[in-house]
């Protein structure tokens, strides 16, 4: 596509619930990236692939959260029995190999009730 | 532990009204410093990339400088729909690929 798709935009849950995030990042780029925007907070790297190797899991806050990527497409962050600290707008961007200046999707808003 | 610190957070200005906005940062070895603009329920949209002290770069009425502490982000006769939050980040040796990003500045420019 042309550019970055995430879904849902929005998403409300119960406290304790399991969520799905999608990213469907731009055709051909290999990097995928997923960062939380918390309010009031900067940007907070979670987790990066590229291509077919092993992903940087490091900014991943706990292990609730996990992420998956099929085909070196589209990837899916789930988060685990969720908290209301977990509430926040959810992020990926993607670029082609080696390149920083990465385009953002217009994320998910996600909120544990 | 790499840290960026943008100010003021927010700003309000006339139209016309020059000003720069502020990012500091201290970070294990500087790869790229990176501006985004970011609009309400959207996600952040690159600006510029600046990579070593002294580059500058310009698009349209904003221009960004950098040096070895900070880097500065100047918009000159600013018009309404240049509203929005500016954020910066840095790419440092220590985080890789990762950006960290610091809180924002929020512009707001009344006509």
Redesign the interface.
């Known amino acids: 596509g042309a550019g970055v798709s995430q879904s849902p935009s929005n998403k409300v849950t119960e406290k304790g619930k399991d969520v799905e995030l999608r990213c469907d990042p731009i055709s051909g780029h290999t990097a995928l990236y997923w960062y939380r925007q918390s309010l009031g907070q900067g940007l907070e790297f979670l987790i990066y692939f590229q291509g077919n190797s092993a992903p940087d899991k490091s900014g991943l806050p706990s292990d609730r959260f996990s992420a998956e990527r099929t085909g070196g497409s589209v990837s899916t962050l789930t988060i685990q029995r969720t908290q209301q600290e977990d509430s926040a707008v959810y992020l990926c961007a993607s670029s082609t190999r080696g390149v920083v200046d990465y385009t953002f999707g217009s994320g998910t808003r996600l909120t544990v009730v | 532990e790499d840290q ?1 610190t943008q100010s003021p957070e927010a700003l309000r200005l006339q139209e016309g009204e020059s000003s720069s906005l502020n990012c500091s940062y201290t970070v294990s070895g500087l ?2 410093l ?1 501006w ?1 603009r970011q609009d309400p ?6 600006l510029f ?1 600046l990579y070593s002290a002294g580059e500058e770069k310009e698009k349209e009425r904003l221009k960004a400088t950098l040096t070895k502490k900070e880097s500065f982000l100047h918009i000159t006769a600013p018009k309404p729909e240049d509203s929005a939050t500016y ?1 910066c ?1 840095v ?1 440092s040796n220590q ?10 500045t929020t512009l707001s420019v009344s006509s």
């Not at chain 2, 329920?41 to 690159?46: I, L, R």
Request: proline share 4%; hydrophobic share 40%; aromatic share 16%.
């Open positions: 960026v790869r790229g990176f985004y329920g959207k996600g952040p949209e690159f990339t954020l980040a790419q985080a890789g690929t990762a950006l960290i990003f610091g809180k924002g």
